[in-house]
Nanobody
């Protein structure tokens, strides 16, 4: 079992910056990747950025060059942060922390979500 606690988010004007953080607890040795997803009202949840335990990073095309994901932990991957710069109104969404866990049957764990609102 893994628990994810998110912090950050809020309201900022277009062009501004925000950061999100997420900390995992529980069986963190089973986590091989952590990510941020976002979901706009009435739309499907989409991947924003992902970092693997080996340090590999990937970004959605819509945020590449503006967002930076970082992962950390002492010999494990149990924290992930997302620095969001040059924010646009279309970045407005609920952002969810995700951990991909592979001990036993692989599964995803999710945080509770945090609202990010960008005003124009």
């Amino acid at each position: 079992q893994v628990q994810l606690v998110e912090s950050g988010g809020g309201l900022v004007q277009a062009g501004g910056s925000l950061s999100l953080s997420c900390t995992a607890s529980g069986s963190v040795t089973g986590i091989i990747a952590m990510a941020w997803y976002r979901q706009e009202l009435g739309k499907q949840r989409e991947l924003v950025a992902r970092v693997s335990r080996g340090g590999r990073k990937e970004y959605a095309a819509s945020v590449n060059g503006r967002f930076t994901i970082s992962g950390g932990g002492a010999n494990v991957l149990n924290t992930v942060s997302l620095q969001m710069n040059s924010l646009k109104p279309e970045d407005t969404a609920v952002y969810y922390c995700n951990a991909y866990f592979v001990l036993g049957a692989p599964r995803d764990y999710w945080g509770q979500g945090t609202q990010v609102t960008i005003s124009s």
